[in-house]
């Protein structure tokens, strides 16, 4: 069983950002985006609807995140301090040495390399800090720029589940990308 001690909050820094810990008043941005169609189309989560949903989940988030089953961070942009996004280990699964990956951006931020450079941060400490063996992360097939950011991080495609969500109304494909701690 995987160990994980963090007395305080892992803060992260990469060239252009900083994740930080995630607080209550990141609940607007975190609204924008839950509440936004284009962020949320790949995302298997209905739409926000007001900003207090938004407040309860980061504080779910929290009891998570001390339960030790998910580790979220908020990305900034080193230079402003301007929220971009989210990132996190969402279900963290530390009797199998492994997690799944999940982020989400605003629209206005999407194109610059943020993604890839927030998940090469997250692997680097899920692999050498925290030891997990492999980490996961679930796509939809349509969601191209995701599968081209986790190709871009050396995952590679390993299972594919023909309509086994429903999203939209409707059935639909999910694919599973992962990587392994080499
Ligand atoms: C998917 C998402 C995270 C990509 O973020 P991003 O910051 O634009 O990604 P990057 O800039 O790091 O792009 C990495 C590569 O993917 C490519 N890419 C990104 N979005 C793309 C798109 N929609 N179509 C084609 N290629 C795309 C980039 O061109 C780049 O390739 P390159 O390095 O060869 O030029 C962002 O669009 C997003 O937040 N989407 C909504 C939430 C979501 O779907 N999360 C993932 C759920 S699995």
Redesign the pocket.
Known sequence: MLEIHLPEFPQLETERLILRQTELSDANVIFE?RACA??????PVPLATKVSETEDYIQSLQERMENKECINWTITLKETGEMI?TIGFYRMKLQHYRTEI??????Q?????????A?LRLLDFGFSTLRFHSIE????PD????I??VE?CGFVREAYFKESEFHGEQFVDVAVYSILNK
């Open positions: 985006m284009e962020v949320m189309k790949y995302i996004g999940g982020y989400m951006f605003l629209p931020f999407y194109g610059k390399g943020y993604a890839s450079e998940v992360a679930v796509i939809y969601n191209i720029g995701s081209r950011v871009k």
